[in-house]
């Protein structure tokens, strides 16, 4: 999927065509467990205003709990300004987790994301954005924000 989104790509920002990768650092939020992460993303704009998106994010590990997610979501971009843009988000995720606890081990489930994020472009190729998501899966729902850096192939 990404080789077939590289091939129809532009590097212009703002139009049908963009193509951005990136990176993201997380923060996850539950009331019986938080921990930070990162990962790497992949934007294409494949309608004007209409962008999909691919990420996977490691979760580091806290309290003998691993998390990982891979999501693949979909952005409808309001440009305010140029300088500024805001997104809602939706999508599907699978979280896989890591439990070291007696009879819990390993577990993946898939998800819902909903959300939202505002991005910046700093320049005509780099661009930075914040997010919030919740993530709705199976015992595991939890939002997640997030700050990260985008660059236009």
């Excluded at 896989?96 to 993946?108: H, M, Q, R, V, W």
């Excluded at 997010?131 to 709705?136: F, G, L, N, R, S």
Aim: charged share 15%.
């Amino acid at each position: 999927m990404m080789a077939c989104m590289m091939l129809f790509s532009t590097a212009m920002f703002a139009q049908q065509g963009a193509m951005y990768l990136g990176g993201n650092l997380n923060y996850g939020l539950h009331s019986d467990y938080k921990n930070f992460g990162f990962g790497v993303k992949a934007q294409y704009e494949f309608i004007q205003n209409f962008r999909a998106e691919a990420s996977a994010n490691y979760f580091l590990e806290k309290d003998n709990l691993k998390m990982w997610d891979i999501n693949a979501n979909l952005h409808y971009i309001f440009r305010i300004t140029d300088k500024f843009a805001i997104y809602p988000l939706g999508g599907v995720c699978v979280l896989a987790t890591d439990l070291d606890a007696p009879g819990i081990g390993s577990n993946s489930d898939l998800g819902v994301n909903v959300g939202g994020g505002i991005e910046f472009p700093i320049t005509d190729v780099i661009k930075i954005n914040a997010e919030a998501k919740y993530q709705i899966v199976d015992d595991w729902d939890r939002p997640v924000v997030s700050v990260g850096i985008a660059f236009a192939l």
